[in-house]
C-alpha cells in the first residue's frame, strides 16, 4: 500500500522539474529565431538580455516576494566591471570576463541583501532605489575610471573563447546572448524546483510559520537575493560586452522600472514571465515609437495602465489560465493550479 | 525530574502594557502540560516566548538546562522545540505534501539543497508519507491547502509540527474552531503522540485540558497564578473565582 503511494507521490512532486512540450517549444522557437530573423538580431539581443535581467527579478519577486525597484543596481555593476576587464585587458576573453562580472555583482548583492531584510515591501522599494542611486553617483563621482558622464569608451571584446568574433550585424551577439540565456535559465529551473526553491515560496507565503518549521528565513532571502543579483551582474556585463559601450544609464531608475514592467507583463513566479514580458515589452516599445516617434511613451504608460486596471491580482497571475492549460494538456508545468492531481495511470 | 523545558523570572513589556510577569515555568520530560487562563492572560505570549517569535523583556529561557533566550526561532526548531498556532498559519498556494516535505526535508538537513529536484529521497517521502496517513490527509494531499476544509487545515497545522519531531510540542488551542464533529480526529492524533515528546498545551476546553493533561498551569493577567496536578486545580477555590468571574463578565 505505502510503496505505490510514495511513488505517486514522488512523481507528483517530480512533475514540477519535468519539461512541459510547450516549453521545449518554446526554446526551439527561440533556437529557430536565430535562422529565421537574421535581420533583427539586434532587437532580439536587446530582449535577450531584458529577458535575463527580468528572470533575475522573478527569482526575487515571483519566489522570494521581494519587490525592488533598484534592480539596475547589479545589472548596472555587472555591466561597468565587464567593460573595464575589456578596456584595461584585464579578462579578454568575453566569457570569463562575463563570469568575473557575474561574480561581482553576486558579491555586491550578498553584501546589500541584508538592507531587504527587514520592513515592508514600501521599505525595500526605497532602500532597492537608494542602492541603485547611490551607485549610480558613484560611478558619476569617479569618472577617472568610469568615464563619468561620458560613458566607458573604448571597450574592445576579443572574439568568445578566442574563435567567434563580434559581428557589426549582431549575429555572434545575439547566438551569445541567446545561449548565456539559456543556460542561466536551465540554472534556475533547477533552483526552484529543488527544496530550496520550494522553501523559497514558503518564506513568501507565510514568513512566520516557515521559520516555525525551522527555516532560516533571512538566510533563505539573502540566499535567493545574491543569486538574483549574480544573474542580473551577467545580464549588465551582456549589454556591454554587445554594445562595447557602458554608460551611467545602466544604473537608472528606468531601467530598474522597464525590467519590474516586463515581469510583471508576462507574469511572476514561473520563470517564462520575464523572458515573454520582455518579448512583448520590446515590440510594443519598437512599434510604438515607428508609430509615433514623440509620443511612444504616452502610449506604453496607457498600456500599463490598462494592465494594472484589468487588477492587481490579475496582473501578477493573468498568466495563470495558460497554466492551467498547460497542466491539462501535459504534465504538470505551473504553479498554483488546483487540478494537478496525477491520475491513476500516470505510472512513474 | 529535571525539566526540558523551563523559563526564569520571563517578563514581557508592549509598552506600558505587561504580557507576561515573572513567569517561572517548569515543563517536566514526557509531561502532558497545560496552560489554561482567561482570554489575555498571555498564554499565547508565553508560547511565543518559548519558541522565539517573541523576544522578552527579561529573564531566561532553558531547554535541557541550556539558555536558549537569544536564538533564532528556527534553530530552536531545529533543537527540538515546535509548535502550532492558534489561528492556522499554513502555506496557501502549497500542497500538504509540499508543506510537510519541506518540514520534514528541513529536519533532515537537505533544506537548503539547490541542485537535487523535490520528490527524489525516499527517507524523505516515507516519513511525509507516514505524517499524511497519521493525520488523514491523504484525501486532499494533492490539494493547495488554501481550497482544504477548515477540519483539514487544522490537522495540516499539527502535522506541520509533528513533521518537525519535537521533543518539546507546543500547542496553541489545537481544536480551536473545529466543529464537534470533527474535534475527535484532532483529539485522537494528539493523544496518540509518543509518549516521550512533552507537550504544553494552551485550551480553553475544559474537558479536553481534564481528559488529557497530567499538570496544569494557571495563568491571569500575564502571572502564573496556580499550579498543580489536575485534582488539586479543579478544587482550588482561586481558579473557581477566575472562571466564575470570566463567565460573569462575558
Known amino acids: 500500500m505505502a510503496q505505490p503511494l510514495t511513488e505517486g507521490i514522488s512523481h507528483y512532486l517530480a512533475g514540477r522539474a519535468r519539461w512541459h512540450p510547450l516549453e521545449i517549444a518554446f526554446w526551439l522557437v527561440a533556437l529557430a529565431s536565430i535562422f529565421v530573423l537574421p535581420n533583427k538580431h539586434l532587437i532580439l539581443t536587446e530582449i535577450a538580455i531584458l529577458a535575463l535581467f527580468a528572470l533575475s527579478l522573478d527569482l526575487i519577486l515571483g519566489y522570494a516576494g521581494i519587490i525592488s525597484l533598484g534592480h539596475a543596481a547589479y545589472f548596472g555593476f555587472g555591466g561597468y566591471v565587464a567593460g573595464l576587464l575589456a578596456k584595461h585587458n584585464i579578462i579578454a576573453e568575453p566569457v570569463l570576463a562575463l563570469l568575473a562580472s557575474g561574480l561581482a555583482a553576486l558579491i555586491l548583492g550578498f553584501v546589500t541583501s541584508f538592507l531587504v531584510l527587514r520592513g515592508s515591501d514600501l521599505t525595500r522599494l526605497m532602500v532597492t532605489l537608494g542602492v541603485s542611486l547611490v551607485l549610480r553617483e558613484i560611478a558619476n563621482q569617479v569618472d577617472w575610471l568610469t568615464g563619468g558622464a561620458d560613458g566607458l569608451q573604448g571597450v574592445t571584446m576579443s572574439p568568445i573563447l578566442g574563435m567567434f568574433a563580434f559581428d557589426i550585424a549582431g549575429h555572434v551577439a545575439y547566438v551569445y546572448c541567446l545561449i548565456v540565456l539559456f543556460l542561466l535559465f536551465l540554472l534556475a529551473r533547477r533552483m526552484v524546483n529543488s527544496p530550496f526553491g520550494l522553501s523559497l515560496l514558503s518564506v513568501k507565503g507565510n514568513p512566520l510559520r516557515a521559520s516555525a518549521i525551522g527555516i532560516s528565513v533571512n538566510g533563505r532571502l539573502v540566499a535567493i537575493y545574491t543569486v538574483s543579483a549574480g544573474f542580473a551582474g551577467i545580464a549588465g556585463a551582456l549589454l556591454t560586452q554587445t554594445t562595447q559601450f557602458c554608460s551611467l544609464d545602466v544604473f537608472s531608475l528606468e531601467r530598474s522600472a522597464d525590467v519590474l514592467l516586463a515581469l510583471v507583463i508576462g507574469g511572476t513566479g514561473y520563470l517564462y514571465g520575464g523572458i515573454v514580458g520582455s518579448v512583448l515589452f520590446k515590440l510594443m516599445q519598437d512599434y510604438l515609437a515607428n508609430l509615433t516617434p514623440q509620443y511612444w511613451q504616452f502610449w506604453i504608460g496607457l498600456v500599463l495602465v490598462i494592465i494594472v486596471l484589468v487588477g492587481r491580482e490579475r496582473m501578477a497571475n493573468w498568466s495563470a489560465p495558460v497554466r492551467a492549460l498547460l497542466s491539462r494538456v501535459g504534465p504538470r508545468a505551473g504553479r498554483s493550479v488546483e487540478t494537478a492531481r496525477p491520475s491513476p495511470a500516470d505510472g512513474p | ?250
Open chain 2, 1 to 250: 525530574m529535571a525539566p526540558v523545558l523551563e523559563t526564569v523570572s520571563l517578563v514581557k513589556r508592549f509598552g506600558g502594557i505587561t504580557a507576561a510577569s515573572d513567569i517561572s515555568l517548569r515543563v517536566e520530560k514526557g509531561a502532558r502540560h497545560a496552560l489554561i487562563g482567561p482570554n489575555g492572560a498571555g498564554k499565547t505570549t508565553v508560547i511565543n516566548l518559548l519558541t522565539g517569535m517573541l523576544r522578552p523583556t527579561s529573564g531566561q529561557i532553558l531547554l535541557d538546562g541550556t539558555d536558549i533566550t537569544g536564538i533564532e526561532p528556527h534553530e530552536r526548531v531545529r533543537r527540538g522545540v515546535a509548535r502550532t498556532f492558534q489561528i492556522n498559519q499554513l502555506f496557501a498556494d502549497l500542497t500538504p505534501i509540499e508543506a510537510i516535505g519541506l518540514a520534514v526535508s528541513e529536519r533532515m538537513g537537505t533544506g537548503r539543497q539547490w541542485w537535487r529536484v523535490i520528490g527524489s529521497k525516499s527517507e524523505i517521502l516515507d516519513d511525509v508519507v507516514s505524517l499524511i496517513e497519521q493525520f488523514h490527509l491523504g484525501d486532499v494531499m494533492y490539494h493547495r491547502t488554501a481550497i482544504l476544509p477548515y477540519g483539514k487545515q487544522r490537522l495540516l497545522e499539527i502535522a506541520l509540527a509533528i513533521a518537525c519531531r519535537p521533543r518539546v510540542l507546543l500547542l496553541d488551542e489545537p481544536a480551536a474552531g473545529v466543529p464537534d464533529a470533527e474535534r475527535h480526529e484532532i483529539l485522537a492524533t494528539i493523544e496518540a503522540l509518543p509518549k516521550d515528546v512533552t507537550v504544553l498545551l494552551i485550551e480553553h476546553d475544559m474537558d479536553i485540558v481534564f481528559s488529557f493533561a497530567d499538570r496544569i498551569s494557571v495563568m491571569v493577567n500575564g502571572a502564573l497564578f496556580v499550579e498543580g496536578e489536575p485534582e488539586d486545580v479543579a478544587r482550588d477555590p482561586r481558579v473557581k473565582a477566575v472562571y466564575l468571574g470570566e463567565s460573569l463578565d462575558a
